[in-house]
């Protein structure tokens, strides 16, 4: 019985002797013919599978050079070369429409993907120009390959319907590709060297699975597009990728809804190379800009099911970081971070956020001009809650953006006479002090609402030709901005002086008492760049009404009207008026100071040249009226109250004929 054995043994090793000859040629021939690629590429507008040159020298065992696999389905466009590799393929299988691959090596790898340009999806096009090419396909496709090959009637032999041929199988197992040097994904894209594991299983248009995929970067480049026309991202990338997709049925799930059944997780370190491509992703809030030099940058991004999970951030510190707001840039040292946090109670989907601190900075005006605060921790966050997902290709949908500024220090409080129009009669001459503020707004419409303190000790200011010091308090409420409209509603902001002393000499000698006055802003409204910067009302108190007296009544130690100087003496008076700041001048209309037995009503107007008003002045039984033309003093003595009525009905008059 043994003997037998070996004789049958050495009967079958005789046979496959005499018979791998045979095998080789016919393997290598199949190979070579093209057999194999005409079987498998049977609709190549939809898929082809084809390489440069391919050899077997052991039964299963293909060795190959120049692969390239391509595909379309009706939403999106795929394409992977090696450059060599060997493969275990089950031949006889191939009968069956079933390319079984149970071991795949390669190096020099790419792959590359788009979506369709003709599949609705939301997509600028610059966006657009940095996706990658695809050899062989156009986009959108002409024509499309559906159209190419549409669903027709079942066919049909003697009568009776032939059942149709089963779809093509394709799985790849055993995948191990080293010199992984790019994959491409919509406009983002990685260059370098990479190795990549795992294994898929196809049945086209039924049924699609990848299994434990793994890619471990050794150093690479990030950037948005291609070469230089690319904008860089990350460079010295370092990390590991892992993940799968769950089996789907293609044809329920088409193009990125398929995202919904992949999951995993990506660590990654590199050096970013600058924070410009993240304005791609802040393009809906215009007013707000973010630039930033190289520096390291972490990113662990956890993704299941085809949502990014909470725990998932990426964090850049770059050496240097500007963020720009409204007509502001801060500069500085920082870092940039997104995240995804747990959502609220009642908020099931993780809360994404991309937070942008300054730990020192320097804010100035514009682009040109030089720093008039600085300070530490300004912080600009953006984010919503919707859930950011593979499918949307975003970080993150911005809904809302908020901007917080700690108390800052402004060394130079005379750098805000920038906003005032150059004919005010008032000014800041120097002095410091600290401001903070914060604002927020939402989208679409990105109206928002905030405050902004300022507070100033040791303030030098001028009115008209006087010299003024004290201490400043200006709380501002930003109760409304509109970005569209460029209208800030600041209604509500409070104004108060405190310790107000003049430091000029006085004609009537002696040293005056400080002054004080407290202010609220009604219906204000700013409109930079109109003709009426500023309008509001005011609702005041005043410790007296020096200062209003003194726009009107120049100080002399002989006075026409002795009994006027009583008006100085009155204690807390109320004030009310109507404010208008233009871009050739400042009005103060409806002017109302009341107190004890002191009333007084004007209107004031400040431009080029000297000021012009009226003013109605009543202590007790006693008034007057006074007519101020370019400087000029006309009392008027007989009569005043109608006189000063007629005056406002000229004004409002003239007002409404404009």
């Known amino acids: ?267 990654i370190q590199g050096r970013v190379r600058g924070l410009d491509w993240l304005n791609l992703y802040l393009q809906p809030i215009h007013w707000v800009d973010l630039q930033g030099a190289a520096g390291p940058m972490t990113a662990d991004l956890r993704m299941k099911e085809g949502g990014f999970i909470a725990g998932t951030f990426m964090e850049a510190r770059p050496d240097h970081l500007a963020l720009g707001f409204l007509d502001y840039l801060a500069e500085g040292a920082g870092r940039v971070r997104w995240e995804l946090n747990p959502g609220e109670k009642g908020q099931p989907n993780p809360v994404g956020r991309l937070g942008m601190v300054l730990d020192e900075f320097r804010l100035r005006r514009g682009r040109q001009g030089k720093p008039h605060v600085q300070g530490r921790d300004l912080r600009i966050d953006a984010g919503g809650s919707e859930p950011p997902r593979l499918a949307q290709h975003l970080l993150f949908t911005p809904q809302w953006v908020s901007i917080a500024m700690p108390q800052a220090e402004v060394p130079d409080l005379s750098y805000y006479n920038a906003y005032l129009p150059k004919t005010a009669p008032f000014g800041l001459l120097g002095g410091s002090g600290r401001i903070s503020g914060s604002f927020r707004a939402a989208g679409p419409q990105w109206v928002g609402s905030g405050d902004l303190r300022l507070h100033g000790q040791g303030v030098t200011a001028r009115f008209e030709d006087r010299r003024l010091r004290g201490d400043l308090a200006v709380h501002t409420l930003l109760r409304k901005v509109d970005f569209q409209e460029r209208s800030f509603d600041i209604s509500g902001t409070q104004v108060e002086l405190r310790g107000v002393r003049r430091l000029d000499p006085s004609p009537t000698g002696g040293a005056a008492l400080p002054w004080w006055a407290r202010a609220r802003l009604q219906g204000a409204v700013i409109r930079p760049g109109a003709p009426v910067y500023l309008k509001a009302g005011i609702d005041g108190t005043l410790s007296d009404p020096r200062p209003l007296l003194a726009m009107f009544i120049p100080e002399q130690r002989k006075r026409v009207l002795r009994w006027v100087d009583n008006l100085l003496d009155v204690q807390g008076v109320a004030a009310t008026g109507q404010v208008r700041l233009t871009q050739s001048g400042a009005r103060l209309d409806d002017m109302k100071v009341a107190g004890g037995n002191a009333l007084l009503l004007g209107d004031l107007r400040f431009g080029p040249g000297r000021p012009n008003g009226a003013l109605y002045a009543r202590y007790g039984r006693l008034d007057v009226g006074l007519d101020l033309q370019n400087g000029q003093r006309d009392w008027k003595i007989l009569r005043p109250k109608k006189w000063f009525a007629e005056q406002r009905g000229l004004r409002d008059r003239s007002f409404a004929s404009k």
């Open 1 to 267: 019985m043994k003997r037998l054995v070996l004789r049958l043994l050495a009967l079958t090793g005789l046979f496959l002797a005499l018979l791998y000859p045979v095998y080789l040629w016919a393997g290598n021939h199949f190979l070579r013919s093209g057999e194999l690629e005409k079987r498998l590429n049977r609709r190549p507008e939809r898929l082809l599978i084809r390489f440069r040159s391919a050899r077997t020298v052991f039964p299963g065992v293909v060795q190959f050079e120049g692969l390239e696999i391509r595909n379309q389905t009706r939403t999106v466009q795929w394409w992977v070369a090696v450059d060599r590799g060997s493969a275990d393929i089950d031949l006889l299988r191939l009968y069956n429409r079933e390319f079984i691959v149970s071991r795949l090596v390669g190096e020099g790898v790419s792959f590359r993907l788009r979506r369709r340009a003709d599949t609705p999806y939301q997509k600028t096009v610059t966006r657009r120009a940095l996706e990658p090419p695809i050899p062989g396909f156009s986009n959108p496709p002409r024509p499309a390959p559906e159209a190419l090959y549409p669903p027709g009637p079942p066919k049909a032999k003697d009568g009776k319907p032939v059942p149709p041929r089963p779809p093509w199988r394709i799985r790849l197992a055993g995948i191990d590709l080293t010199g992984v040097r790019e994959i491409w994904i919509e406009e983002v894209r990685f260059s370098g060297e990479a190795r990549a594991a795992g294994a898929f299983d196809l049945r086209l248009r039924r049924r699609f699975e990848l299994e434990g995929a793994r890619v471990e970067v050794a150093s690479g480049n990030l950037a948005l597009g291609a070469g230089g026309a690319g904008e860089p991202i990350l460079g010295g990338i370092r990390g590991r990728l892992a993940g799968n997709i769950a089996s789907y049925q293609p044809a329920d799930f088409r193009g990125w809804n398929m995202l919904r059944f992949v999951s995993g997780r990506a660590e």
